[in-house]
Structure formats: structure tokens, C-alpha cells
């Protein structure tokens, strides 16, 4: 057993803390159940932030670790750790469930036991999928994600639920069984061991490394979602409850790039460089396809869901460009996505309790008619776009600094994601907020409660916060992205995007202590 926190296991804490919210919303009468979740929601928020305050920025390796023998032969173990990539998502996660709980409190009328039930069913389940150090256990948590997730679209959501919950629930499920195998294999081939840690340190052929990479991929990246798996998302979002939606855009997609940084990068060093050529064309296609897509949409939730298809691109982009600077923008702004397409979510969400309508053209003149409201949206509309000052400007001008670094034609083109981004954003600022309000709806258009201000002000507060000082959230992924970047082969090929050269770079782990040291010969 291992539990070196001072005697007290935070991960099991916070993982357990749902899970008794779960029971007490079984036993308590219905006019409660909405004050457990939201009590419980809040103490798992609480018992999360040792994980924060405790953290040791300077050390790589896993912290608040936790292991215990679940099974003999073979032998999988309870085991659990973060590092600086995994605590702050799980953090994001526990700060986002509180506020899908008040989101869905007058919305949400049939059902609320089983409603809230599966909200706080995902949360654990997420939280033990970015804090699992044994893939056995990792599969559990990956799989048992689906089930809330299917019931929060297929259960309560739209005229198309059904259609939509199943296509979500396929998708992932595809990829997923491919996950199965490949952890499998790495389980013959690295040593029979399930443990995460061990697996990374091991090495694999680079023809079985090829096949491993595709296996992930095919999981990973249809949880992103990247271009071209990306079909079911639409869908889901259009037809998932406010609060389902929140946490599809904010916390799951993170588990498919989590799962590139944590598996993909450290495990199989030698197929990820050789296939990053790849991923980063279709992050391009992702970022600029997604936000085209977006320019055309005339229904709110649509419009952000391609935007999201967008947003991720970058993150993979990020993922991919192999460098310090592209890899914490990736990590930053998949946490940035998290706040600012949360926030939109929530704001359509509110907008649709009074209007019952998603369409463009029924929610103009909010300038007038809601302020308040019109004042929150303009800022994580704003924030989305990336403006300097807010927090996804951080993120993505790492992201392409990372990428002009990799290649400087993937970066430019890249860089025009930003300028759609723009363009559709601020197109649907000018016909929500400043556009003619539509008569039959005006009557409709009150302005915030106190729930609901009370929703989106900590939300403006991490917007403003991560845009002005990033410092503190960057120091604690910096060692251990380094750890990412050092697990890299030794010598790296890059094929340099539209130079047609071979760009031969030796890495060292040294090279490394400032962001952008890196030795390299270039040869013709």
C-alpha cells in the first residue's frame, strides 16, 4: 500500500464522495434530492482542492499515489496518482459538476433522481479515468463513462435523443474495444503487468508501436473528436440536456487527448513521430473544417458544438508539435475549452428556458431586453475567440508557437482558424445581442436570477484569471510535460511541412530545461 499524503487518500476521497451522493439520493425524498446533489457536488469540489495546494510543481512523477492489490492473478491493482497534467482536469471536473446540478434545477422536471444520479455516476467515472494508474482499472472508469452519458442524451433530451444517444454510444464504443486490445497486447509484451508507470518505461518494437498507435487513435480520437470521426458530436450536443452537454464538451473530449499525452506520446515514442505528419493534417482540416462549419449554423448549440470540433484541433496540434511550448498550450487550453464552452453552453441553456428555442434568429435584441445576460455571453464569446487578456488566448498562442516551431505553413494555416473563429463568433454576437428582438419572444426575455448569476460569475473569474496570470496554472503541468518530451526517441525525424527537407533533431533530456533549447543538425 502506498499512500504518501500524509496518511490521507484525497483521489479515493473525491473518487467516493459521488458515489455516497449517489446512495443518499436513492434514500432521500424527492424535494431533496436536488440539495444532496448539489451539497454533495460542492464537498467533492472542496475535497479536491488539496490536490491543488498540496501539489509539488517541481516534481514530475505521480503524486497523492495510491495502491492496493484488487486482484491476484493477474495482478490488477487499485491504483491511482496524478501528475501536472491529470490534477488540474480532475479539478475542472469537480468544479464543473456543481454548476450542471444548478444549470438543471428548474429545466429538468421529470426523473431528477435518476437525473442527478447519473450526473454524479460521470463525475466519479471521469475523475477515475484522469487519475488511474492500472489500465484494467482505467478501462473500467473509461467504459463506465458511457452508460450516464448515454442516459443523460437518450433519456433527457431531445426530439432525436434515441437517434443521437446511440451513434454516441457506438462511436466510442468502436474505438474503445480497439483500447481493450491494445491494452491487452501491452500487457503480453511489456512485461505482463497492467501498471501504467511500468508500461511507460518499457520498450516495443517500432513495427508493434505502429499498430499499438492506431489501436489508441482509434479511441482517442473519436473522443476528441477529430476530423473525420467527429459526426456524432453534433448530434449529441443538440439533443443532450444543458448539463449533458456541458460536461461532454468540457470534460469528456478532454479524455481523448488526455489519453494521447498520458498513453500514446510516453508509451510509444517512435510511432508518434512518425505519424505526427498525419495528425497534424487533420488537426488543420479539424480546426478550419469546424469553423466553416460553425459560419453556417443558424442553431446555438450546433453552431458550438463545430466549434468545439475546432477548439480540439488546436489541442491536438498542440498534442502533436512535440515541443514545451505546444504541449501546455494543448494542456492549457483544454482546460480553457472546458470553461469557455461550458460557460456558452450554460448560457444557451438559460436563454433556452425562456424562449424554448435554440434558433439564432428567436434570440435577438438581448442587449436590451436581458443585460445582464448579454454581458456574460459577449465575454466567453469573446474569450472563445481568443482575445488577449482572457484565457484561450494563452493556450492557442502557445499551441501556434509550439506549431510554427514544427512547421511554419502547418502554423500559418492553422492561424486561420483563429480569424473564423472570429467571424463566427462575432456574427453571432451581432444577431443575439445587438440584432432585432423577435416581438413574440420579447416578453419571454427576462434577465438573470441569483442561481443563475451566481452560475457564471466563477466563471468569468477563471476567465479573467488564466488570461492575466497563466503563471501558476502553467508551473504546475511544466515538469511534467517535460517528462512527456523526454520520453521521446533520442533522435527525432521531422519532415518539415511544405520545405521539403529532412530536419534530423538529437533531443536530450537537458536540452529541455528552457522551453525552446534544441540541438539539432540539419541535413539536405
Not at 480540439?312 to 494543448?330: P, Y
Not at 451581432?430 to 413574440?440: D, F, K, N
Amino acid at each position: 500500500m502506498v499512500i504518501p499524503t500524509g496518511g490521507i487518500p484525497w483521489l479515493t476521497i473525491v473518487l467516493i464522495l459521488p458515489l455516497l451522493g449517489v446512495v443518499a439520493v436513492l434514500l432521500a425524498h424527492e424535494a431533496l434530492s436536488r440539495a444532496i446533489a448539489l451539497i454533495v457536488s460542492v464537498l467533492t469540489l472542496l475535497a479536491s482542492l488539496p490536490l491543488w495546494f498540496a501539489f509539488d510543481n517541481a516534481n514530475a512523477g505521480m503524486q497523492f499515489v495510491e495502491k492496493h492489490l484488487w486482484i491476484n492473478s493477474p495482478a490488477i491493482h487499485y491504483s491511482l496518482g496524478v501528475d501536472g497534467i491529470s490534477m488540474p482536469l480532475i479539478l475542472l471536473t469537480t468544479f464543473l459538476t456543481p454548476l450542471c446540478i444548478l444549470v438543471s434545477w428548474t429545466s429538468v422536471q421529470t426523473r431528477m433522481k435518476e437525473f442527478l444520479i447519473s450526473l454524479l455516476v460521470m463525475e466519479t467515472a471521469t475523475i477515475g479515468v484522469f487519475a488511474a494508474l492500472d489500465f484494467v482499472l482505467f478501462y473500467v472508469f473509461w467504459e463506465t463513462m458511457l452508460i450516464p452519458m448515454y442516459l443523460l442524451i437518450g433519456v433527457w433530451g431531445g426530439p432525436n435523443r434515441v437517434y443521437a444517444a446511440i451513434k454516441f454510444f457506438l462511436y466510442t464504443l468502436a474505438g474503445s474495444i480497439l483500447l481493450l486490445v491494445a491494452i491487452l497486447v501491452l500487457f503480453f509484451e511489456g512485461g505482463r503487468t497492467f501498471d501504467i508507470l511500468a508500461l511507460t518505461h518499457a520498450s516495443y518494437a517500432s513495427g508493434l508501436q505502429s499498430l499499438l498507435f492506431w489501436a489508441f487513435f482509434a479511441a482517442f480520437a473519436v473522443k476528441v473528436p477529430m476530423f473525420p470521426f467527429h459526426t456524432w458530436l453534433p448530434d449529441a450536443h443538440v439533443e443532450a440536456p444543458t448539463a449533458g452537454s456541458i460536461i461532454l464538451a468540457s470534460v469528456l473530449l478532454k479524455m481523448g487527448t488526455y489519453g494521447f499525452l498520458r498513453f500514446s506520446l510516453p508509451m510509444l515514442p517512435d510511432a508518434s513521430v512518425a505519424f505526427t505528419p498525419v495528425i497534424m493534417t487533420l488537426s488543420v482540416i479539424a480546426i478550419i473544417y469546424g469553423a466553416y462549419m460553425a459560419l453556417a449554423q443558424s442553431d446555438l448549440k450546433k453552431l458550438i458544438a463545430y466549434s468545439s470540433v475546432s477548439h480540439m484541433g488546436f489541442v491536438t496540434l498542440g498534442i502533436f508539435a512535440l515541443n514545451a511550448q505546444g504541449i501546455e498550450g494543448a494542456v492549457i487550453q483544454m482546460i480553457n475549452h472546458g470553461i469557455t464552452t461550458g460557460a456558452l453552453f450554460m448560457c444557451v441553456g438559460i436563454i433556452y428556458e425562456r424562449t424554448h428555442s435554440r434558433q439564432i434568429t428567436d434570440n435577438g435584441g438581448l442587449a436590451n431586453a436581458m443585460p445582464k445576460y448579454a454581458t456574460f455571453f459577449v465575454i466567453f464569446a469573446l474569450s472563445s475567440v481568443g482575445l488577449p487578456g482572457m484565457n484561450s488566448f494563452v493556450g492557442e498562442f502557445l499551441v501556434l508557437v509550439g506549431t510554427f516551431a514544427w512547421s511554419k505553413l502547418t502554423g500559418t494555416l492553422a492561424a486561420l482558424g483563429i480569424i473564423l473563429a472570429a467571424a463566427y463568433i462575432l456574427y453571432l454576437v451581432q444577431r443575439m445581442i445587438y440584432g432585432p428582438a423577435s416581438p413574440q419572444m420579447l416578453p419571454k426575455l427576462t434577465d438573470l436570477n441569483a442561481r443563475e448569476f451566481g452560475m457564471l460569475v466563477p466563471l468569468v473569474v477563471l476567465v479573467f484569471w488564466i488570461g492575466l496570470y497563466p503563471k501558476p496554472l502553467l508551473d504546475v503541468m511544466h515538469a511534467s510535460v517535460e517528462r512527456v518530451i523526454a520520453s521521446q526517441s533520442t533522435s527525432v525525424l521531422v519532415q518539415k511541412g511544405g520545405g521539403g527537407q529532412s530536419h534530423t533533431l538529437t533531443m536530450t533530456a537537458e536540452s529541455f530545461g528552457h522551453p525552446l533549447s534544441m540541438k539539432g543538425e540539419v541535413a539536405p
